[in-house]
């Protein structure tokens, strides 16, 4: 395709999508997008740095990090190119990685998780220097390959090889689909902390027609399953929804019907707000499974239930961005564009926004997320084109608040 004489290639955010679509790169291969997105950014004056991050027993990972400027104030855009499998071929209208576009939507694997809302920050950048020149402050991209995985070798390792090189951040924008509707619905200002557990019951194994000279297990996984999930954690906070756990699995591997199980486990997550830390939310919870094993009611005349907890690695923090410079240019640029007015939430699961939080104030905005993960994983081709627009509105309006 061709393009008009002064502009880039780079500025058509269909163009960009359908490129880097048609990488393959489920995690954790980069399958060539880290690549075409290099190709991409490099013409319009990014300096494009690319590392891989190891560590024993995880795959390694390749990530991107590039910069256009020296100077501050300094504006990040991260998001990953990594994209979940796509299950089976067969299921799919066409071929998750062919990029193709029918009736005014473009189908394949991350058209909006979230290669989209990277082809759409490129192309916005594109526009912003065709425009008015590279800005005087700086902008960079934070691209991981390791989102959709284990996220051991992604953002966390791309941020700290960047800071050990001297890279300061003002400000940064995640572009995971935020919206559940309508382009313009809802920027992400925070999210919730998570935590999971594994608990263990001890009982004693015996014949259940002699209950007497057994402990059943499954009794006690019961009461102490029923004492994490009642009563409630907390009743939501101003800009948090209450705290709640789900107890995700409960496992016997007891395959006789006459037989009393000497071990039952379970596990749970919880998604607490700004009311607990990581830590006290884990002190509530052994307080309430201390309290549960203690409780004489269930077979009485028997031991306290035997219990052991072992908790996931790293869990989530809970954070809140209070940066008005941000959220204000943001929610302008979308008013702006679309005449909508996004909601700020604080709502859904985690993000790799959990680390960059550490480093400098970040909110989310991407597209519409419904077909995120699905088969016929699909984006509107006017959304792409809205988005960008929004996305240089942004950066037009966060420099000018930045006073340059």
């Known amino acids: 395709m061709s393009h008009p ?19 393959p790169s489920v995690t954790p291969a980069e399958g060539g997008a880290l690549t075409a997105l290099a190709a991409m950014l490099e013409p319009l004056g990014f300096q494009v740095s690319r590392m891989v991050a190891r560590e024993d027993g995880t795959p390694d990972v390749e990530n991107l990090y590039a910069r256009l400027g020296t100077e501050g104030p300094h504006l990040m855009f991260a998001g990953h190119t990594d994209v979940v499998p796509v299950g089976d071929e067969a299921d799919w209208t066409y071929p998750p990685f062919s990029a193709e576009i029918s009736n005014g939507e473009l189908f394949g694997r991350g058209a909006v998780d979230m290669k989209g809302g990277i082809a759409c920050f490129v ?73 999971s557990g594994h608990i263990t019951v001890h009982g004693v ?47 016997v591997g007891n395959p ?5 199980p000497n071990r039952a486990s379970a596990k749970f997550n919880i998604r607490f707000n700004d009311t607990w830390t990581a830590e006290t939310v884990q002190a509530e919870i052994i307080r309430r499974l201390d309290a549960a094993s203690a409780d004489q009611t269930l077979r009485p005349g028997r031991d306290p239930l035997r219990y052991e907890i072992t908790w996931a690695d790293r869990p989530s923090h809970v954070f809140l961005t209070r940066d008005d410079a941000l959220i204000q240019s943001l929610t302008a640029a979308i008013e702006k564009t679309i005449g909508r ?43 792409l084109e809205t988005l960008t627009g929004i996305y240089a509105e942004f950066i037009e309006g966060w420099f000018a608040h930045a006073g340059i």
Not at 170 to 180: I, K, M, Q, S, Y
């Open 123 to 195: 192309a916005a950048v594109a526009r912003h220097i065709e425009a008015h020149g590279a800005p005087k402050g700086s902008i960079s991209f934070l691209i991981t390959g390791d989102e959709e995985g284990p996220s051991i070798n992604g953002t966390t390792k791309l941020l700290q090889w960047a800071a050990e090189r001297g890279e300061r951040w003002d400000a940064c924008l995640v572009g995971e689909p935020t919206n559940p509707d309508t382009l313009g619905d809802m920027i992400k200002i925070g999210r919730r902390g998570s935590v």
């Open 341 to 383: 007015t996004p909601a700020l939430s604080t709502t859904g699961g985690t993000s790799d926004a959990r680390f960059i939080k550490d480093y400098c104030p970040v909110v989310e905005f991407g597209l519409v997320g419904q077909t995120m993960h699905m088969v016929d994983e699909r984006v509107a081709v006017a959304d």
């Open 256 to 260: 006789a019907t006459n037989v009393v």
């Open 205 to 251: 194994q015996g014949h259940a027609a002699y209950p007497h000279l057994a402990d059943n297990a499954v009794r006690g996984i019961i009461k102490l399953t029923e004492a994490l999930m009642c009563p409630p954690f907390d009743a939501g906070t101003d800009n948090f929804q209450p705290s709640n756990l789900e107890v995700t699995t409960i496992d």
């Open 5 to 23: 004489a002064n502009t880039s290639p780079a500025s058509d955010p269909v163009e960009n999508l359908q490129t880097l679509i048609r990488c």
